[in-house]
Nanobody, 123 residues
């Protein structure tokens, strides 16, 4: 089954940038849905960005124009480039994956999840 490992989290000041990466263990020939989610203390997990099996991206409104999701199918890597980070972007960021023709996009109905990488943005 799919195993996902995130990396790239850290601490930055507001206005800074970070790039997160997620590496999956299953080959990229299967129809694959992937996404990035985050959860702040005391808040529910929310979708940040996702990319479906055809490569179509979806973004939460609050990150549009600042974050870019991309997928390297050859290396089975999902990335999230985050620019102009703000304190409200802080949280534990999770990579998620599923296999379907129709993807959940920013919804939470993914089968496989990583353990998360922490992003902290100071004001």
């Amino acid at each position: 089954q799919e195993q996902l490992v995130e990396s790239g989290g850290g601490s930055v000041e507001a206005g800074g940038s970070l790039t997160l990466s997620c590496i999956g263990s299953v080959d990229t020939y299967s129809s694959k849905c992937m996404g990035w989610f985050r959860q702040a203390p005391g808040k529910e997990r929310e979708g940040v960005a996702a990319i479906d099996s055809d490569g179509s991206p979806s973004y939460q409104d609050s990150v549009k124009g600042r974050f870019t999701i991309s997928q390297d199918n050859n290396k089975n890597i999902l990335s999230l480039e985050m620019n102009n980070l703000q304190p409200e972007d802080s949280g534990l960021y999770y990579c998620a994956a599923d296999y379907s023709i129709w993807c959940p996009d920013l919804g939470l109905r993914y089968k496989y999840w990583g353990q998360g990488t922490r992003v902290t943005v100071s004001s």
